[in-house]
């Protein structure tokens, strides 16, 4: 059974950091690119960031840019999204995902994590 799972969310201050992580199992991700979107209250679920297989292809929201950092380490099948000049706006669920293509699409990927609440007070 294919899992990601998502850890490192947390309440922090406006201006401060926090990193998130999520691990995969239950099968090779080899070839699949894996992200983040997130989704805050009644809001609809957003592309936060992506990255390809071989991390040389990487695309951030324009929300984001800037500030937060998406990368991977393969042989440990995981992807890390670190968030700095954290803003109220950036609360909300965030949701690891894997698929076989970059995109900016939710029904592109195949893969979801249960998601990670991040609350940044103001």
């Known amino acids: 059974q294919v899992q990601l799972v998502e850890s490192g969310g947390g309440l922090v201050q406006a201006g401060g950091s926090l990193r998130l992580s999520c691990a995969a199992s239950?099968?090779?991700?080899?070839?699949?690119?894996m992200g983040w979107f997130r989704q805050a209250q009644e809001k609809e679920r957003e592309f936060v960031a992506v990255?390809?297989?071989?991390?040389?292809?990487?695309t951030y929201a324009d929300s984001v840019k800037g500030r937060f950092t998406i990368s991977r380490d393969n042989a440990k099948n995981t992807v890390y999204l670190q968030m700095s000049s954290l803003k109220p706006d950036d609360t909300a669920v965030y949701y690891c995902?894997?698929?076989?293509?970059?995109?900016?699409?939710?029904?592109?990927?195949?893969?979801w994590g249960q998601g990670t609440q991040v609350t940044v007070s103001s």
């Open positions: 990255i390809n297989w071989s991390g040389n292809s990487i």
């Open positions: 239950g099968r090779t991700f080899g070839g699949y690119a």
């Open positions: 995902t894997a698929g076989r293509l970059v995109s900016l699409a939710q029904r592109a990927y195949d893969y």
